[in-house]
């Protein structure tokens, strides 16, 4: 049955940014520090900062990420999901009590009360991260509850030697820094990839680490007093029991590694395993084992919650399995009942009545029942389209000079603007604006009220863990967000001229089908809109036979002064749309047909408009209600003070990105409303640009997927008409311009945004150089790797042959990399940045080393005469800005700027070479290198590929 949770003491704690707990002097168990005095102490040796007494209020002091921190709720109240615990009201404290497990990419830092020697400081020579085998906390049901519990530890076989599956070995770096004003008074490991998701990892740093009088450091006095000492407090035994175990853990690793050391300091954390949150969007089917797990399990545990409504979590477990031997024993005849107590007597016969109910078979059908409705998957949305135009009629197209190819290539091109209803999986704006903010995803309720009523109508059999403030949160643990609004919002599609009224190349419309030879899904970056796509769309739709679509990222829209970052789209207006359609419905052979009801719900949603409702930022980073002149697109998306916000900002667009590429298949774009499907059969791309490749990355990951791509295509099937009708495409091609992994510290530094982040931090105290600094971007990274690229980019490399990326040398935005050049006052970033997102790619693909170019990912740059077949990293000379190529060169080969001469960057030689790339990508074509006139003159080198994940040690 279930392992007794770790901490069986009832404790009232409170987290600290720094990881200290306070507030522990209220309650029965209140113990203040536990005393040490001991004259013995050598107190000129260096220890870490490592006060692991949940009880000793301000003065405990442990790592940010250790799992006490996951398995404190246990004892607090009945209501436990395995999030973090924090009573605090800073965003840090806000997303530890929503966090399911620790960043798998982020850095973390272990301070000690001294200075250390940094040559001492080795990672896997005297620090340590070991992947632990760990069993299931429920073992009838193991995917029921998450592995964060220490005393699941496979104490017989830790390290996984012995099985068939190896453990992952972490590839990590262990950096000496300091912190609060002291000098090397810190270690900070460093992943160089990814950690493996929703696993244990044991954290050693053993005596082999010297201070700078070359004396090798020891265990803090707090943890030897309390793991080896005298307790003064019997509710901290268990606290003791794991001190002990971890210590003599990773003791017995250093001694069967012939290390020669023994251990200062031992720990355990757990990673998160968020990314399923976005693979359950795509597949819930790929989850149901889990989720009938999780059923059944809380159907049993809200038998003894019904029956012992006093006790918390880590008692009511106990109890389950207390009850559970007794039922045994009782339904045997090896018990009398009348031994019983009433709660147990009542309880026993709860559960015989719910067994029948909760079996595999019947939890089975309960949970298909709700694929589709409660239960997310992307599927073709209702959209529409006014009537195509000529793309030659753009404002922006129409100002431009006679002689320009893309004045001559819009002849050949149309644009269709329209609409899509989309779920809404975060808040809407309410009445003031502040649901933009202060909303992200929660779990969905009506799942659990569905399955529910489907395991017995009018009753409720079980109910989801959730947290102590009773939050039903979204995470790995817990996959399914609660739809909370339809949305319908624009969608814009360039396209060669379908109905033969002007020229265009033959080779752009397929002879039998009459449809186009690709569709390309076009993602912007952030603070612009969809009508940065019109450039390269129309470039790509005349030269590369490509039907461009493109949607706005959440909380973007078309803005500012010009009605968008490039002038002549048409702002998305409620009145209009709903008019139009009204005639619409009102044709002939509409009215009863299936595109009846697909009308109807997008002019019924709950929100139809841009999709930054009509709120733009303050000063203070809040919504403010604004006319289109005063908005500003996307200054919404980042929310430092609600990190949740901003991750699940992050997931709405990936879950955009699946809806719309489900829905490419039943577009209509040429104006005849009797039949859809103008785009159906036609394989399908995608094209990011800056913030667009990082939801690409993930996106893209999701669709070719195979297991993913197969469970969904599985469910159309099953599902019959019109379902059946439809495919989910893979991508073709992919290709991603001026993109980086770890979001987070791409924005501490990037030039153009780490500024106000920045500032915001220092207004609150917390400044580069702090320990509260560096736990603030540790929590914030493990709320957004939900969705950051570098969970995903493995994964691509290893799915998709067809990719190409993009670099701008010495790009302002998104940098090319932090490892080696940080900004300002930065630690080292080894996962932040394009290269490094190019070499886990790279990896995924087969590589060893970006730098190679000979496996993995080809180098197109200066020294490549001929180009390369994708997968393909591409570098472009950066060194010149305004003349060369910058970070918006894709979508604006000419934009004004007062910091050029004559007013205006003008990259437009750099651009023609993205296009010409570009086009061959999504063509699937070798890419062109230097020896080719349009693309050679923009090429350049990067200076630092070869220190990509340190892949040059």
Wanted: charged share 10%.
């Amino acid at each position: 049955m279930f392992k007794k949770t770790l901490i069986s003491l009832a404790v009232a704690s409170s987290l600290g940014l720094t990881g200290c707990f306070s507030g522990a002097d209220e309650g029965a168990n209140a113990n203040p520090d536990y005393k040490v005095d001991d004259t013995t102490i050598d107190r000129s040796l260096v220890r870490p900062i490592y006060h692991p007494n949940p009880l000793a209020g301000e003065n405990a002091a442990f790592p940010i990420n250790s799992d006490l921190i996951l398995l404190l709720g246990a004892t607090q109240s009945a209501n436990y999901d395995f999030t973090g615990l924090s009573t605090g009201s800073t965003p840090a404290d806000d997303a530890v009590n929503r966090l399911s497990g620790f960043s798998t990419s982020g850095a973390f830092s272990l301070k000690f009360d001294g200075s250390l020697n940094p040559a001492s400081v080795l990672a896997n020579a005297s620090v340590f991260l070991v992947p632990l085998n760990v069993g299931p906390a429920v073992a009838s049901a193991p995917l029921a509850l998450p592995n964060t519990n220490p005393s699941s530890i496979v104490t017989a076989d830790p390290f996984g030697q012995g099985l068939e599956t190896p453990l992952v070995q972490p590839n990590f770096r262990a950096d000496v820094v300091s912190l609060d004003g002291g000098s090397d008074n810190a270690i900070r490991v460093v992943p160089l990839e990814p950690l493996e998701e929703g696993q244990k990892y044991l954290v050693i740093v053993s005596d082999a680490v010297q201070d700078t009088n070359g004396k090798s450091i020891t265990r803090s006095v707090q943890d030897v007093a309390l793991a080896d000492g005298v307790l003064g407090n019997p509710a901290l035994g268990n606290v003791k029991s794991l001190l002990q175990s971890l210590d003599a853990l990773a003791n017995g690793f250093l001694a069967a590694n012939n290390t020669g050391s023994n251990s200062a300091l031992a720990y355990s954390f757990t990673t998160n395993s968020d990314k399923n949150v976005l693979k359950a969007m795509m597949a819930p089917a790929a989850f149901g084992t889990a989720l009938g797990q999780k059923i059944g399990f809380t159907a049993q545990l809200k038998v003894i919650r019904d029956n012992y409504p006093t006790l918390n979590f880590s008692e009511l477990t106990e109890k389950l399995g207390e009850i559970a031997v007794k039922a045994g024993q009782l339904q045997q005849g090896e018990l009398d009942p009348s031994t019983l107590t009433a709660a147990e007597l009542a309880s026993i016969t709860r559960l015989s009545q719910i067994t029948p109910r909760i079996t595999p078979e019947n939890i089975g059908a309960a949970i298909a029942n709700e694929v589709g409705k409660s239960l997310h998957i992307p599927v073709p949305r209702p959209s529409f389209f006014y009537p195509a135009k000529s793309a030659a009629t753009l404002a922006t197209i129409a100002n431009l000079d006679a002689t320009s190819p893309i004045k001559g290539a819009a002849q050949q091109v149309q644009v269709s603007q329209g609409a899509i209803t989309l779920p809404y999986f975060q808040s809407l704006p309410g009445d003031d604006g502040t649901g933009i903010v202060t909303g992200s995803w929660s779990g969905s309720t009506s799942l659990e009220a569905g399955l529910n009523e489907s395991l017995q109508p009018g009753e409720q059999t079980f109910s989801f863990l959730r947290d102590i403030d009773g939050k039903l949160n979204v995470n790995g643990y817990f996959p399914f967000p609660q739809q909370k609004a339809n949305t319908t919002v624009p969608v814009v599609v360039f396209h060669p001229v379908l109905d033969g009224t002007a020229a265009q190349p033959a080779a752009c419309v397929n002879a039998e089908s009459g449809k186009p030879n690709g569709v390309t899904i076009f993602q912007h970056g952030i603070t612009v809109d969809r009508s940065v796509s019109m450039l390269p769309a129309i470039l790509l739709a005349q030269g590369a036979c490509q039907t461009v679509v493109a949607i706005d990222q959440p909380l973007h829209g078309l803005a500012g002064a010009t009605n968008g970052r490039v002038p002549g789209l048409d702002t998305l207006d409620e009145a209009t749309l709903t008019a139009t359609i009204g005639q619409v419905l009102q044709a002939p052979g509409v009215a009863g047909s299936p595109l009846e009801p697909q009308l109807n719900a997008l002019i019924n949603a709950d929100y139809i408009g841009e999709r930054h409702f009509g709120y733009t930022s303050n000063a203070q980073l809040q919504p403010v209600e604004a006319g289109a002149a005063d908005i500003s697109s996307g200054s919404l998306f980042i929310n430092p003070g609600n990190m949740m916000n901003s991750r699940d900002n992050l997931r709405q667009g990936v879950v955009d990105l699946l809806n719309v590429a489900a829905s490419i298949q039943t577009f209509d774009i040429d104006g005849n409303y009797a039949t859809q499907g103008d785009l159906a059969g036609v394989p399908v791309n995608f094209v990011g640009h800056s913030l667009g490749g990082i939801s690409g990355t993930a996106f893209a990951t999701l669709a070719n997927d195979g297991t993913l791509n197969q469970t969904l295509n599985g469910i159309y099937q099953s599902a019959g008409a019109p379902l059946n009708n439809f495919a989910f495409p893979s991508l073709n091609s992919v290709v991603l311009h001026d993109t980086s992994g770890q979001v987070t510290r791409l924005i501490e530094n990037s030039p153009a945004f780490s500024g106000s982040l920045l500032g915001g931090l220092a207004a609150a105290n917390v400044t580069q150089g702090s320990s509260n600094f560096e736990s603030f971007f540790y929590v914030f990274q493990s709320i957004v790797d939900a969705s950051d690229p570098v969970n995903f980019a493995k994964d691509l490399g290893a799915s998709t042959t067809n990719i190409l990326m993009s670099e701008v040398v010495g790009d302002t935005t998104v940098p090319n990399e932090a490892n080696v050049n940080t900004l300002g006052s930065a630690f080292s970033a080894p996962l932040a940045g394009t290269e490094p997102l190019m070499a886990l790619i790279d990896l995924g693909a087969g590589g060893s080393s970006l730098v190679d170019g000979s496996e993995g990912l080809g180098i197109i740059d200066t020294t490549t005469p001929t180009g390369s077949a994708m997968p393909v990293a591409s570098f472009f000379d950066g060194t010149n800005p305004c003349a060369s190529a910058n970070h918006g060169t894709f979508v604006g080969p000419v934009v004004a700027n007062e910091n050029c001469p004559g007013g205006a960057a003008d990259t437009s030689v750099a651009f023609s070479a993205m296009i010409t790339q570009t086009a061959q990508a999504l063509s699937g074509q070798p890419i062109p290198g230097q020896s080719a006139p349009a693309v050679g003159a923009s090429l350049g080198s990067s200076q630092t590929i070869d220190k990509a994940l340190d892949q040059n040690q």
